[in-house]
């Protein structure tokens, strides 16, 4: 695979890699960045966003990787804390992650940038503060690039007091994505005030998010119908967000159609698409549609194609455990973990086909739907320009530090008007 590696090439690597991925993979030549390159591509190349896709497998992993290296795309892999963190479903976690990409990449002849980021980081309470400090640095240290904190789980203060505790713990170079309102649909939506609340508290104090989740009316896991994205809402948040420069985390992208996607892209400020149970549904040989909702026949059981992933034989012990357990429709992630090794037993030509599947998909999202074609060569481009692995931030503080003091940013959140929507385990 010699003849990928360009001078260019050579040169963004060696410019590009951040400190803990050098450290860690000192002889790669995979281009794992800063998620802030791949955000700053997004946004120069204009109206397009790129997938963060959810390694829930590593048939996933070799799928979107395979897909974005065809579409010329920079992408993102990530894996949230629920799939891979200490109380994990998924074989893949937060610390072999960037370990398995690098891998595939450097086996693949990857040469497109690819960022590793931890999603939804949830702080659910104060308590959980605590163990984050050492947590958090943890993650870096097994070649994460970017990370997001979720506090969107507490009142709004909280939310941001939280993020501001643990931000030092975040190197300076890190991509960073923040989240107002929890992803469950229609209840619950995001406003203009809480995002305002959130971003201009953060950047009193010098933190300048590249993303922020909302709650703008997509759900986690499978949609029964196209609910969706409110896009209007949307890009009425991001306007107002506007003098602060932070960009859109489009969470529960499964479930929405190829033209609302567009649109997300075409109309709002949001550079990343958070894709994680089609990929899974795909990569097992589960029908889906345009949506990526996996389609269920009459007696609401899963189609499993049987010329498409996993073979017959595997699946037949998948229904069986999933029975003995009690699984049924989203609670099926949790195949993830006691079946990944099984899944490598497998002949090659079936392992072959669960990653191809996924590539597939995800080449059709990048080049036909995301608009993401292309913006590897921005991101090369740029890490030429600065010959660092730090494209810096896109934001200045703007807001008076004075102004956002604990006890203001209490008063201040006492006057928000919002409904955080029920409660519940929202975070993926």
Same mark, same amino acid.
């Given at each position: 695979?010699?003849h990928?590696y360009?001078?260019?090439f050579l @040169?963004?690597?060696?410019?590009?890699?951040?400190?803990n991925?050098r450290?860690?993979?000192?002889?790669?030549r995979?281009?794992i960045?800063?998620?802030r390159?791949?955000?700053?591509a997004?946004l120069?190349?204009?109206?397009c966003?790129?997938?963060a896709?959810?390694?829930r497998?590593?048939?996933?992993?070799?799928? @979107?990787?395979? $897909?974005a290296?065809? $579409?010329? $795309?920079?992408?993102i892999?990530?894996?949230?804390?629920?799939?891979?963190?200490?109380?994990?479903y998924?074989?893949?976690?937060?610390?072999?992650?960037?370990?398995?990409?690098d @891998?595939f990449m450097?086996e693949?002849?990857? +040469?497109?940038?690819? =960022?590793?980021?931890?999603d939804?980081?949830?702080?659910?309470? &104060?308590?959980d503060?605590?163990?984050?400090?050492t947590?958090i640095?943890?993650?870096?240290?097994?070649?994460?690039t970017?990370?997001a904190i979720?506090a969107?789980?507490? &009142?709004?203060?909280?939310?941001?007091?939280?993020n501001?505790?643990?931000?030092?713990f975040? &190197?300076d170079?890190?991509?960073l994505e923040?989240?107002? *309102?929890e992803?469950?649909g229609k209840?619950g939506?995001?406003?203009?005030q809480?995002?305002?609340f959130?971003?201009q508290g953060?950047?009193a104090? *010098?933190?300048?998010p590249?993303?922020i989740?909302l709650?703008?009316g997509?759900?986690?896991?499978?949609?029964?119908?196209?609910a969706?994205?409110n %896009?209007p809402?949307?890009?009425?948040?991001?306007?107002a967000?506007a003098?602060?420069k932070?960009?859109?985390?489009?969470?529960?992208?499964s479930?929405?159609?190829?033209?609302r996607?567009?649109?997300i892209a075409?109309k +709002?400020? +949001?550079t990343?698409?958070n894709? @994680? +149970?089609?990929?899974?549904?795909i990569?097992?040989?589960?029908?889906?549609?345009?949506?990526?909702?996996?389609i269920?026949?009459s007696?609401?059981?899963?189609?499993k194609?049987?010329?498409?992933?996993?073979?017959d034989?595997?699946?037949?012990?998948?229904?069986?455990y999933a029975?003995?357990?009690d699984?049924?429709g989203?609670?099926?992630?949790?195949?993830?973990?006691?079946?990944e090794?099984?899944?490598?037993t497998?002949?090659?030509?079936i392992?072959n086909?669960?990653?191809?599947g996924?590539?597939?998909?995800v080449?059709t999202?990048?080049?036909? %739907?995301?608009?993401?074609a292309?913006t590897?060569d921005?991101?090369?481009?740029h890490?030429?320009?600065?010959?660092?692995?730090?494209p810096?931030?896109?934001?200045?503080?703007?807001e008076?530090?004075?102004?956002w003091?604990?006890?203001?940013i209490?008063?201040?959140? =006492?006057d928000?008007?919002?409904?955080k929507?029920?409660e519940?385990?929202?975070?993926?």
């Amino acid at each position: 695979m010699s003849h990928r590696y360009s001078a260019d090439f050579l @040169a963004a690597l060696d410019f590009g890699r951040p400190p803990n991925v050098r450290k860690l993979f000192p002889n790669s030549r995979a281009l794992i960045v800063s998620g802030r390159y791949i955000d700053q591509a997004m946004l120069k190349k204009g109206g397009c966003m790129t997938i963060a896709a959810n390694g829930r497998n590593a048939f996933v992993i070799r799928g @979107a990787l395979c $897909a974005a290296q065809k $579409a010329n $795309a920079a992408i993102i892999i990530e894996i949230a804390r629920s799939e891979g963190g200490t109380n994990a479903y998924c074989a893949v976690n937060l610390w072999n992650i960037a370990r398995q990409t690098d @891998a595939f990449m450097n086996e693949l002849g990857i +040469t497109v940038p690819v =960022a590793i980021h931890a999603d939804h980081f949830g702080i659910k309470k &104060p308590e959980d503060i605590a163990p984050a400090k050492t947590e958090i640095p943890s993650l870096f240290d097994a070649g994460i690039t970017s990370i997001a904190i979720d506090a969107s789980h507490m &009142p709004d203060d909280q939310n941001l007091l939280a993020n501001i505790e643990l931000f030092p713990f975040v &190197p300076d170079w890190s991509g960073l994505e923040t989240e107002v *309102g929890e992803i469950k649909g229609k209840l619950g939506l995001s406003t203009a005030q809480e995002a305002l609340f959130l971003i201009q508290g953060l950047n009193a104090h *010098g933190i300048f998010p590249d993303w922020i989740a909302l709650n703008n009316g997509t759900t986690h896991g499978i949609e029964q119908s196209d609910a969706g994205i409110n %896009v209007p809402l949307t890009a009425q948040i991001h306007d107002a967000l506007a003098p602060y420069k932070v960009s859109g985390a489009q969470h529960g992208t499964s479930g929405n159609s190829s033209e609302r996607l567009r649109e997300i892209a075409a109309k +709002t400020r +949001t550079t990343k698409a958070n894709v @994680a +149970t089609a990929l899974q549904m795909i990569s097992w040989g589960v029908q889906v549609n345009d949506y990526g909702n996996a389609i269920l026949d009459s007696d609401g059981n899963f189609i499993k194609q049987p010329d498409k992933g996993v073979d017959d034989p595997m699946w037949q012990q998948m229904l069986a455990y999933a029975k003995s357990q009690d699984l049924s429709g989203g609670n099926f992630k949790k195949l993830n973990a006691p079946f990944e090794n099984r899944f490598s037993t497998q002949p090659a030509d079936i392992r072959n086909r669960m990653a191809a599947g996924v590539e597939a998909f995800v080449y059709t999202l990048l080049t036909k %739907v995301f608009n993401a074609a292309d913006t590897a060569d921005i991101v090369k481009d740029h890490i030429l320009e600065t010959r660092s692995h730090d494209p810096g931030s896109k934001a200045d503080t703007i807001e008076s530090p004075k102004e956002w003091t604990r006890e203001k940013i209490m008063e201040k959140a =006492a006057d928000i008007s919002s409904d955080k929507g029920p409660e519940g385990n929202f975070e993926d």
